[in-house]
C-alpha cells in the first residue's frame, strides 16, 4: 500500500511538473587509420568488387572523461567479431558496407539503410533476445567508399535507434549518483556489479550482455538484465528495481545513445510492469589517478512511451553527423599520414585489380608480375616496353646496352631527359634503371652495360689473342642474364645482335619476344618455346594454320621460310632512327600485351599459334586464345594502312640460331661453339649450310672508329 | 758558252755531290668549328643524303711562325669558294665529301678517291693551264662522316700530290734566302714581288695565281709564273730564272706542300728549258713586331725528274696522317663545346629529317612541327599523345586537366614520377609542361588547370547565383584554347566532358582528333571539318564508304548512326582506369599517326574518309590516303586479336554537337546558348530532340564530395 501510495504521490508530482525530453547524447565514430588500412587490405584481397555488408564489430566504454564525445572505436580488429575487446569495453556489432565508386556512395540509399537497419533492431525488441543480451540492441553500420589509389575515405556511420511516437521524457533533471544513494549503498553496488560483471564475464555467451543490468534499490543487489521477465507483478512489489547500463556518455546531463534501444525494450514488453516509468543509473566507470569511482554517474527517472509489440517498427534515427554539424558523410585524407612507397605500391596493384574483378576474374596479375624480364636494347623499344612492362606490375626489368644517352633520344626514348645528354650522355642503362625507379621505387630495375657479342662484329679494339678471352666473357655474362629471367625481349636495332640471345633464350626455353622495326612498320615475334617431335602436317586440313608453341620460328627463321616477306623483313632493323614516332610505342605495347596475354595461357611460351583473323564483333576468330584474347606467332603491323596481320611460321630446320644442329652443337661444345660462330661467322655457315649474317666490312685501318659507332 | 760552262760544272759537282730527296711538310688541316657548324646546317637544310661531291675552298699562308703545322684552313666560309680569302691567304679549291654512315666512311674507297683526286691535277698538268694560274695545282679533298645526333665527325683530308717515279732531289742544303742574296737584291726582290702581287690582286682572274712567280735573278725582277712559257731557248739564256712560291711550310729545310705539283708541272714541260734543274725561293712572308721580314725563306736548288706529259698519271699521294702520324682518318667531338639546347635541337631535326631524306622526300616536316596542339585531359593518354608529337617535332603543346598526381598514376601516364605524387599529388598540367620541358627544353609546353564545363555536371561547390558567371568564365577560357590552337586532342575519361570541346571545334573547323577507351579496345575518330552542301549518296555506287571531310561524324554522332557498335560506345569512356596497359598507348600513338598522316593530305582536316582495308602488300586499299598512306575517319582497334578496323559514318543531322542546329544556335545566341546547354541539359535535348548526355545524380546533400571526385 505504501509502495502504491509512493507511486500515486509521483504520478501527481510529475503530472504538475514540466516533463522534459530525454536528450541522449549520439555516439562519434571514432575510425582508426589501421582500420582504414585493414579495409583496404581486404577490399584488394578479399571484398574486391563485392558491396555485401560485412559484419564488424566496435566497441565503446564508460570511462571517458568529461566532455569527450561518446566514441565508438573501430579499429583494426574490427573484422575480429568474436574476439574479446578487453574487460572494460563494451563490444557492437555492425556492418561495414563498400562501395565502389564515388557515385555509388553518393546514390546510396541511405534512407532505406536506415530503415533496414532499425528494422534489425525492432525485430531483435519483438524476439525479446536482448533481455538475455541487451548488447543487441547496439549496432551501428558503416558505409564508405574507400579511394584506395588516393588513401581517401569517403564515410557514414550510422548508430541506428527506435523512436517511438512520443519522446522518452524524463521527470526532474538528471542527478548525479552521489546525490541518490548514500556512500556504504554506492560501495555495495560496486561491490555487487563487479561481482556480477565478472561472472558474466567468465563465459563467452554471457559476456557481452554486462551491458546492462538491473539494480535493487533496496539491497543494491546487480541482476541481469534478463530478471526483470522473471519478476511477476507480486515479486515486483517487493523490489525496486531499477535499470543500470554502462553509459558511454561523458556529459553531465545527457544519458549515451545506447540508453534508447533499451527504454524501447522495456517500453515495449515492460510497461505495465515498470508502470511506465524506469529509474535508469547512467553508469560512468572511471579511475583516475588510479582510483576507480563512478562519482560520476547520472540517475535519471525516465518516462517511458507504451509500444505495441505487435505494431509496426517504429522511426529510426542515427545517421552520424559530420564536422560541420550537419548530417552527410565524412570525409578522411589518410594519404599523408602513409608511408608513400605502400601508397604508391597500394594504388598500383589495386588498378590492376580492378582489372582483374571488374572484367577478367581470371586474370593472372601474379604470373605476370613475378616475370623477370631482360630487355636487350634500351632505345626508343626498350624504354616503352619498360614503361608498359611497369604498368602491369612488372617489378624485376634488367635492362642491357652499351650505348649513352645522346640529343635526340629523349623526345623518342621515354626513360630519358635533356640532362641525361650532357657532357657526353649517360650511360642509357644506368639511366633507364634510374628512371624507372623514378616512377615507381619498389621496382628492381637494374642497367647493365654489355655488348652483345654478334657474328661477323669482334668485339672492337681487342687484338687476336685478347678476342677469345673477350667474346667468352661477354657470352657467359649473357648467358648468366638469360638464365636468370624469364622472359627475353629483343629490341637492339641490328639483326646480327638478335643472333645470340635468340640461340640462348631457345636453348634455355625462354619465352623470347623479338620486336624489329621499319619505317612505318613492325614486327612482333615469339619465338618457339620448348622441344617436341615435329609433326607433320600434311594431309591435317587446317594444320598449316596452327602451329604448336615448340614448333614456332624464330626471328632468322623467317627470312628463309617466308621469302615473299623478305622485302618486309630487308626493310627492318637498317632504318629504326628513321620511323614514323608511332612505330616504336605500337610496336613495343603490343609486344607487351602479347606477352600477358600469353602468360594467361595455360602452355604459357607454348600455347600454339595461328593465324588470326579480325571478326565482325571484334573478338579474335581463332581457337587458340587465352582468357585475354589471341596469342599468334607475329604480329606485322602497318601504319600506311593501320592494319596488322597475324602470319605464323614454323621454325626452320637450317636456321642459323634455333635449329637442332645449332643447338645440339652448343649442347656439345658450349660456349666454344659460341664464340667460334661469333670469331668465325663462316664456321655456323658450314654447320647450317646458309649464307653470311652479316656483311663484310672493309679492312681499312681505321682506329678510332670502333668507340663511336651510331646507335640509337 | 760561259753559261753552258756553267752548266756543265754545276752538273759535275752535282754528280759527285751525294743527292738527298727534297723532304716537303705536308699541309695539316685545320677545321674551325664553324665549319662543322655550318657542314651540319648545310646538309640538314640543303644536301640531306646526297653524297655528290661539293666544292668548298680552303686558305694557307705564308707568315706562319716556324715549327707551327703547315695549315690548310678550312671554316664556316668554305663554301663561299669565289670570295676572297684576303691578301694574306692563299686560296684552295677543294672537295667535300658527306658520307651517312659510319660504315659508308669505313668501306668508301679511299684509294679510288686519290686516284681521281690525282687525275685532275695531271688533267690541269696536261692542259698548261697552271702556268697561267698556279693555284690550280692546289687542291684539298675532304672526305667526312658528321654524326649529326652527336655533334662528332670522322674525316680524312686528302692534299693530292702527284709523284714522279723518281723523286725530287735537291743540291747541297736548303740555305737561308739571306745566305744566297745581298741585302740590296732582296730589298728589291721584296719591291717588286709586292708590285706584281698587288697588280695580280687587283683582278679578280689572277688573284689566286700570286701563289707561285718567276724570279730574275739578274735584276731581282718577278714575272708571273706564266712568264716561262714565253721564253725561248734564247731569251731563257739572258735570265737567270728561279721559282718562286708562297711557302707555307714553317721548317727551316723543307719547303711546303704546295711545291709539288709546282715541281710536277715544270718537270712534264720545261725539263729541258730548264735544264733539269730549278732554283726555288720558298717564300716565308712573315711580319713580326710590326716588322716585315722573308729573312726565313729559304732556297733550293732542285733537281727535276722528266716527266713525259703524253705518260699515265703519276702516282698519287696525300693523304693526311692523324694524330697517331698514321695515315687515318681523324675523330672530332663537338659535342662539349657546343650550346646543348642547340645540339638538342639538331639532333631532334635530323631524326625528323631523315625520315624525309630517306624515305618519304615530300613529306611536309613543318606543317607538322607547326601545329599548335591543345590536348584535353593529361593523363595516359594525354601524356603519350604529347610524347609522341614532340618526337614529331611538334613544339607547341598545351595540357588542359584539374586533377593531381596520384600514386596510381606514374606507372600508365608517362610524364609522371613517383615525387609528383606526393603531398597530395602535384596539379598534373603544371607537372607534365615541366616534363616536356626537362626532355626537351626548347618545347613551348603550358598547363591549363581548368574543368571542362559539360552538361549535367554543374561546376562543384558553387551555388546557382555564381553558377552562371563561373560556367561563363570556364566556357570562355576554353573557347580561347580552342582558337589558339590548331589540333584539338579529345583525350578525357568522361563522355561528358568531350561535349563542348566537340562543338567548339567544329564550330572553328580545327582538327578535332578523339580518343576513347575500353578495356581492350579503342577508338580514335577525326571529327569532321568544314562546311559543305550535304550530298546525298544514294545511287551512287560505294559512295557510302567515301564521305568528305565535311560531313564526317563527331564522337557524338556515332551512337545514334551506329546503333549496332552502341556496346562498344557503352564501355568506352566507363572504364577508362581499368584498361589493358598497351590501350592508351597504342591509342595515343595511332591518334597522333593519324593527325601526321592527315597534315600531309593537302585537303587537312577536310580529307575524304574511306573504310581502309589491309591488302596483301601492306598498302592501304584506298584512295583517299596522304603521301603517309590511310586517313581513316575511325580506328576501332582491339587487343584482343591485334585488330583494327576503320569504320566511316556521316554527321547525323540530330547530333547533340555537331549538328547545324546547334552549330546555328551557338552562332546566333554565342556563349549563352553553351551556359544554358550545360546548366540545363534538358534545353539540348529540346533543340536535338536527343536523350539526355548524362545520367542524374540524386540529390542527396553530400558536401565534401565535390572536391574529392576520383579521377585517373
Ligand atoms: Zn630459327
Ligand atoms: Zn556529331
Known amino acids: ?40 587490405q581486404q577490399k584488394l584481397n578479399e571484398y574486391r568488387l563485392s558491396e555485401d555488408a560485412i559484419p564488424i564489430k566496435g566497441y565503446y566504454c564508460n570511462y571517458l572523461a568529461e566532455n569527450l564525445p561518446s566514441f565508438l572505436n573501430i579499429d583494426h580488429s574490427a573484422w575480429d567479431i568474436d574476439d574479446d575487446v578487453g574487460t572494460k569495453h563494451y563490444k557492437v556489432l555492425g556492418s561495414l558496407k563498400i562501395l565502389n565508386t564515388i557515385e555509388d556512395f553518393k546514390n546510396f540509399n541511405y534512407t532505406k539503410h536506415l530503415e533496414d537497419e532499425g528494422r534489425m533492431i525492432w525485430s531483435e525488441v519483438m524476439t525479446k533476445g536482448p533481455f538475455k543480451d541487451p548488447s543487441l540492441l547496439n549496432r551501428f553500420s558503416l558505409v564508405t567508399f574507400p579511394n584506395l589509389k588516393k588513401f581517401t575515405f569517403h564515410y557514414w556511420c550510422l548508430f541506428p535507434s527506435l523512436c517511438p511516437n512520443k519522446k522518452f521524457t524524463i521527470e526532474g533533471h538528471p542527478v548525479n549518483v552521489n546525490d541518490c544513494f548514500s556512500l556504504d549503498k554506492m560501495q555495495k553496488f560496486v561491490e555487487n556489479y563487479d561481482k556480477f560483471k565478472n561472472e558474466l564475464l567468465q563465459h563467452q555467451q554471457s559476456k557481452n550482455s554486462c551491458c546492462a543490468f538491473l539494480i535493487d534499490e533496496n539491497d543494491m543487489n546487480v541482476h541481469p538484465f534478463s530478471y526483470i521477465q522473471s519478476l511477476n507483478e507480486e515479486e515486483k512489489k517487493d523490489h525496486k528495481i531499477m535499470l543500470g547500463f554502462a553509459d558511454p556518455s561523458t556529459a553531465n546531463s545527457k544519458p549515451g545513445w545506447s540508453l534508447r534501444n533499451l527504454l524501447v525494450l522495456l517500453s515495449t514488453h515492460c510497461y505495465d510492469l515498470l508502470n511506465g516509468k524506469v529509474r535508469v543509473l547512467c553508469l560512468r566507470d572511471r579511475t583516475s589517478n588510479g582510483v576507480r569511482h563512478i562519482s560520476h554517474s547520472i540517475v535519471l527517472n525516465v518516462c517511458l512511451v507504451r509500444i505495441d509489440p505487435q505494431s509496426d517498427c517504429p522511426n529510426v534515427i542515427g545517421w552520424e553527423r559530420n564536422s560541420k554539424e550537419q548530417l552527410g558523410p565524412r570525409f578522411l585524407d589518410l594519404s599523408s599520414g602513409m608511408d608513400p612507397y605502400n601508397l604508391s605500391e597500394s594504388a598500383v596493384d589495386l588498378n590492376l585489380k580492378l582489372m582483374k574483378w ?121 648467358i648468366e642474364l638469360i638464365r636468370a629471367h624469364d622472359v627475353i625481349f629483343l629490341l637492339m636495332d641490328t639483326r646480327e645482335s638478335r643472333w645470340l640471345p635468340t640461340l640462348l633464350g631457345r636453348s634455355m626455353e625462354k619465352i623470347v619476344l623479338n620486336v624489329a622495326l621499319g619505317f612505318d612498320s613492325y614486327l612482333i ?31 632468322f627463321c623467317n627470312d628463309i621460310f617466308s621469302p615473299g616477306n623478305s622485302h618486309l623483313d630487308r626493310s627492318l632493323d637498317q632504318q629504326c632512327t ?49 582468357i585475354l584474347g589471341a596469342i599468334p606467332h607475329q604480329i606485322r603491323g602497318f601504319l600506311s594502312n593501320f592494319c596488322n596481320i597475324m602470319p605464323v611460321c614454323r621454325s626452320f630446320n637450317m636456321c642459323t640460331a634455333c635449329s637442332q644442329p645449332v643447338l645440339e652443337a652448343y649442347k656439345r661444345d658450349g660456349i666454344e661453339f659460341l664464340v667460334k660462330s661469333i670469331n668465325e661467322p663462316s664456321s655456323l655457315e658450314e654447320l647450317t649450310g646458309l649464307t653470311k649474317l652479316h656483311t663484310d666490312t672493309k679492312d681499312i685501318k681505321i682506329e678510332e672508329l670502333s668507340d663511336n659507332e651510331v646507335s640509337d
Open 1 to 40: 500500500m505504501a509502495n502504491n501510495m509512493d507511486d500515486e504521490d509521483k504520478k501527481k508530482k510529475t503530472d504538475t511538473q514540466e516533463l522534459k525530453n530525454v536528450k541522449f547524447l549520439p555516439f562519434s565514430s571514432c575510425m582508426d587509420p589501421g582500420f582504414w588500412n585493414k579495409l583496404c
Open 358 to 478: 571488374r572484367l577478367v576474374p581470371d586474370l593472372d596479375l601474379e604470373v605476370i608480375s613475378n616475370s623477370r624480364c631482360l630487355l636487350l636494347g634500351s632505345g626508343t623499344l626498350g624504354c616503352n616496353v619498360a614503361r608498359c612492362l611497369l604498368g602491369w606490375g612488372v617489378r624485376n626489368i634488367t635492362f642491357v646496352d652499351n650505348a649513352r644517352v645522346s640529343y635526340s633520344n629523349p623526345v623518342r626514348q621515354s626513360l630519358f631527359n635533356f640532362s641525361d645528354c650532357l657532357d657526353g650522355g649517360k650511360p642509357k642503362v644506368a639511366c633507364a634503371a634510374a628512371s624507372i625507379k623514378q616512377i615507381f621505387p619498389l621496382a628492381n630495375a637494374v642497367g647493365i652495360n654489355l655488348f652483345i657479342p654478334m657474328p661477323g662484329h669482334p668485339i672492337p679494339g681487342i687484338n687476336i689473342s685478347q678476342l677469345h678471352d673477350s667474346t667468352c666473357q661477354d657470352i657467359t655474362h649473357l
Open 525 to 555: 615475334m615469339r619465338h618457339g618455346v620448348g622441344f617436341s617431335e615435329v609433326t607433320k602436317s600434311d594431309g591435317v586440313e587446317g594444320a598449316w594454320k596452327v602451329v604448336p608453341g615448340s614448333q614456332l620460328g624464330c626471328y
Open 578 to 626: 628513321v620511323t614514323r614516332l608511332g612505330v616504336p610505342y605500337v610496336a613495343a605495347s603490343l609486344a607487351v600485351e602479347l606477352l600477358v596475354s600469353l602468360l594467361n595461357h595455360p602452355l604459357k611460351g607454348q600455347a600454339s599459334a595461328e593465324i588470326v583473323n579480325e571478326s565482325v564483333d571484334g573478338l579474335p576468330d581463332s581457337k587458340e586464345v587465352s
